[in-house]
């Protein structure tokens, strides 16, 4: 059954090297039931990556039915690249500082070495669906989403 959700509903773009993976491939904990629920929310999930079109990790870890699509991450000047895209994110989540505050989204703590404990998906997931429904986040590792 779907979620029954208020929330505005947005294209969320997921890093993948040390935001949803690991340095060994393996798929940060809780990634995949975080994920799950943001598209359960009504929001559509892109992986982006620097490093090519990365279909194969999700496939791997068998993400493909929650993810609309695999695209090359520009890796310099954010605003201007991301005008020229068809598609556009409303909330980037990446490791990567520079990003995020050029587009707006999250600032994922760096996941380098598998650890059972991390938390982060859950972080994200409260982060994301808080800005969700009230447009806003006090969290320190968010940033608001500029237009372009
Ligand atoms: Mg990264």
């Not at 208020?6 to 994920?35: C, E, H, M, W």
């Not at 929650?66 to 909330?91: Q, R, W």
Request: hydrophobic share 40%; glycine share 6%; aromatic share 10%.
């Amino acid at each position: 059954m779907a979620a029954i959700s208020n929330n505005a509903q947005y294209k969320i773009f997921f890093d993948v090297d040390y935001t949803l993976l690991g340095v060994d491939g393996s798929l940060r904990p809780n990634a995949r039931d975080a994920l799950q629920r943001l598209v359960d929310d009504g929001h559509q999930i892109y992986v982006w990556s620097g490093n090519g079109i990365r279909w194969r990790d999700i496939r791997k870890h068998e993400l493909e039915s929650l993810v609309v699509d695999c695209i090359e991450k520009p890796v310099t000047d954010y605003a201007n690249a991301v005008s020229t895209m068809d598609i556009k994110p409303d909330l980037v989540v990446d490791d990567h500082l520079e990003i995020v505050a050029a587009l707006g989204g999250v600032w994922a703590r760096t996941y380098y070495f598998p650890n059972s404990k991390d938390n982060e998906m859950e972080d994200i997931f409260r982060v994301i669906t808080e800005w969700a429904q009230t447009g806003a986040s006090d969290d320190p590792r968010f940033r608001a989403p500029s237009r372009y």
